[in-house]
């Protein structure tokens, strides 16, 4: 096995973040169209949504794509029967554990990439046959664990035989040499994609995007156990604030998020919403398409000419 391309059957050794509410048919579909390989990003979508996303995505490609299921969203149960009903070659799962699925998603050959935040995590998922696991580092956006990219990754690749995929932190070629460097055979990106042409999220987000320099990001929701790496602004700046408070309640905090991921995505309300993004937002300048994206990532690097095999 050289790399998640013998998997995947796929140009580049790249797959794409399940980003939520982010994530549907367009950026999908661009990204597999290119070579990457592309997710529906499931987020807390129901199973008659991701069926929808599912339908427009085959419309749009013949490449093979996925689905990401977001593990503490209401519907990630009738998700798990929706992806075989639908013959998903590849399911990624975040925000928990997929335990209860993995049989039933393996009897229907399907292939499983978990994001794992600890290397016990990746260990016991190994053992219950997932074919390859997402390590993702606390500089991803979104729902963060505890540890970096640079030190997890080759403590998972030391510790399990399968495939690793890093995860946080990687937008351009040097980072994905990186990553193979540390042993990862695969990367997986996120924020780089938000400032595509094809994601789909409102001008103003990707603007935040651009302008974010490397101290940009906070994380929200430490107190609770879901953090979420978010680029600063009013919400997170009230947040933060509201959170050095003695006696906060985690109903004063939550009126801050409820459906801050929405506003931010789908209004543009950079002030309220919750821009989730990577601490990589910082080496995201510009707007351009994901085939430019993927391109310059993989043409440049030293994985590209086989230094890695
Ligand atoms: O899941 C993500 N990133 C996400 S999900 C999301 S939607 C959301 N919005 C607000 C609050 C919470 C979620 C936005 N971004 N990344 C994958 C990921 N998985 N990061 C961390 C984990 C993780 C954490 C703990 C996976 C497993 C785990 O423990 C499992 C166990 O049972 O021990």
Redesign the pocket.
């Known amino acids: 096995m050289t790399d998640i391309r013998d998997l995947l059957h796929t140009k580049y050794p790249i797959i794409q973040g399940g ?2 509410n982010i994530a549907d048919h367009r950026l999908c579909a661009a990204v597999s169209n290119v070579g990457g390989f592309g997710l529906i990003g499931s ?2 979508w129901d199973k008659d949504r991701v069926k929808e996303e599912i339908r427009k995505t085959k419309k749009l490609t013949n490449k093979l794509f996925g689905v990401n299921i ?1 593990l ?1 969203s209401p519907h990630a149960k009738a998700i798990s029967d929706l992806v075989i009903e639908e013959q998903i070659p590849v399911v990624t799962t ?4 997929p335990g209860i699925y993995l049989q039933k998603w393996q009897d229907a050959g399907i292939k499983v990439f978990p ?3 600890s290397v016990a ?1 990746a260990k016991r998922l190994e053992k219950k046959g997932v074919d390859a696991v997402i390590v ?1 580092g606390t500089e ?6 505890e540890l970096t990219t640079f030190t997890l990754v080759p403590q998972v690749v030391d510790a399990v035989s399968i495939p690793v995929i890093a995860a946080g932190g990687i937008a351009d070629y040097r980072g994905l040499d990186a990553a193979f460097s540390l042993g990862a055979k695969g990367i997986q990106i996120g924020t780089v994609l938000l400032t595509a042409t094809e994601c789909p999220i409102h001008d103003n987000y990707k603007e935040s995007v651009v302008k974010a320099r490397d101290t940009s990001t906070v994380v929200t ?1 430490r107190n609770t156990k ?1 953090p ?1 790496r978010v680029i600063k602004n009013k919400m997170a700046r009230d947040y933060l604030t509201l959170l050095k408070k003695e006696n906060v309640s985690l109903e004063e905090l939550e009126k801050l ?1 409820l459906g801050s ?1 929405k506003r931010a995505v789908f209004d543009g309300d950079v002030e309220t919403g919750s821009i ?1 993004a990577g601490q990589s937002a910082g080496l995201v300048k510009q707007i351009e398409p994901v085939q430019v994206i993927l391109d310059n990532m993989y043409q440049n690097s030293y994985v590209s000419k086989g230094v890695f095999q």
Not at 140 to 145: F, K, M, N, S, T
């Open positions: 980003m939520a987020g807390a977001m503490m975040g925000a928990g554990n994001v794992v935040p995590f993702e991803a956006g979104g729902h963060i664990g929701g879901a979420v998020t991921l989730m």
